[in-house]
């Protein structure tokens, strides 16, 4: 009896300090946010401009949020893998995405995905926008839009254009400037931004519609020649071209880079995390770096950027439904 005695007393104790531990444990886990490295998933692969904003970002949030950030690269499926790895992960804070507006909006209109836009992701901030630049090869004899309009319809469907691939941020443009034009191009997808541009610059294509970044150096240089831009207002690097707004009122439309979290994740960390983001941005540095690579920095919280998010989700998906796109 003593013996069974002691050893239930022995098992107590072990019993109590291993929930000491564990309450230890516990309490670390739930201080104050954060109190670990968070991740911020790169849904494509390095080295293109979203790596680049992502990192940018990573140095400058760690410093704000006395965290580690680090970035993880998981490409696929035109970014849907690493939206759903997000996703499906821990609604704590500690697992992010930054993701472009058409991948992130489009891809769920495009094809079935794991997961749901808006069941399962929560805006937490849009960190920069950008325009699209409609160009010419220097050679082409097309000139203004109106003159692309005039050709295309004498010819429906002769003129082509490059785009990085079928979903692209450069096949959604055009779609949406060629519906509101009224005309009918052939679409030519490749497999990435470079070979497209170089397939414009080489003269095997008509035009293309691009990025400011993709587009400025090839226009500077006289390569390329401009025809339209894609926002509501004239760009500062092209004033004297028209934006798709003035000449088809109502479609001018930008990009943006934003932060999402899995949704669930709490309303006082998403907010955190949203303030953190906007004081980076409104940083002379990070502002400076942003412009160098043709990006406007942006200081959307979550309600204000849910809105863009659910505006361009509808409209991208008329885009979509009235052109009967359908994924490769």
Do not use: C
Request: glycine fraction near 8%; proline fraction near 7%; charge should be positive.
């Amino acid at each position: 009896m003593q013996t069974n005695k002691r050893l239930s007393l022995k098992q107590l104790a072990v019993a109590l300090i291993a929930g000491l531990s564990l309450g230890g444990q516990a309490l670390a886990q739930t201080g104050p946010y954060p109190n670990r490295p968070i991740k911020l998933v790169v849904p494509f692969v390095p080295g293109g401009t979203l790596d680049v904003v992502a990192r940018l970002l990573a140095r400058q949030l760690q410093d704000s949020l006395k965290q580690p950030v680090v970035v993880d690269n998981r490409a696929g499926a035109g970014g849907v893998v690493g939206v759903d790895h997000v996703a499906k992960s821990p609604a704590d804070g500690y697992t992010l995405v930054l993701n472009a507006a058409t991948p992130m909006v489009t891809v769920v209109s495009l094809q079935p995905t794991p997961y749901d836009l808006f069941r399962d992701m929560a805006a937490v901030a849009q960190v920069s926008t950008f325009d699209y630049v409609m160009a010419v090869n220097s050679k082409s004899s097309i000139n203004t839009v109106q003159d692309l309009v005039q050709q295309a319809r004498k010819q429906p469907g002769k003129l082509n254009y490059s785009s990085a691939g079928t979903g692209s941020g450069q096949h959604m443009y055009m779609e949406l400037a060629r519906s509101a034009a009224g005309i009918q191009l052939q679409h030519i997808p490749y497999k990435g931004n470079a070979p497209a541009i170089q397939a414009l610059l080489a003269g095997e294509v008509d035009l293309m519609f691009d990025t400011t970044l993709g587009m400025l150096p090839q226009v500077q240089s006289g390569r390329l020649r401009p025809l339209m831009t894609s926002s509501a207002k004239p760009l500062q690097a092209l004033p004297n071209v028209p934006t798709m707004d003035s000449l088809f009122p109502g479609s001018g439309i930008q990009g943006w880079h934003g932060i999402f979290a899995p949704a669930g994740t709490p309303k006082e960390v998403v907010n955190l995390l949203a303030e953190a983001i906007r004081k980076v941005i409104g940083s002379a540095e990070t502002s400076a770096r942003l412009r160098e690579l043709g990006l406007e920095p942006s200081d959307l919280g979550p309600e204000r950027f849910t809105e863009v998010v659910k505006r361009d989700h509808a409209r991208w998906g008329k885009v979509i439904r009235d052109n009967n796109i359908k994924a490769d």
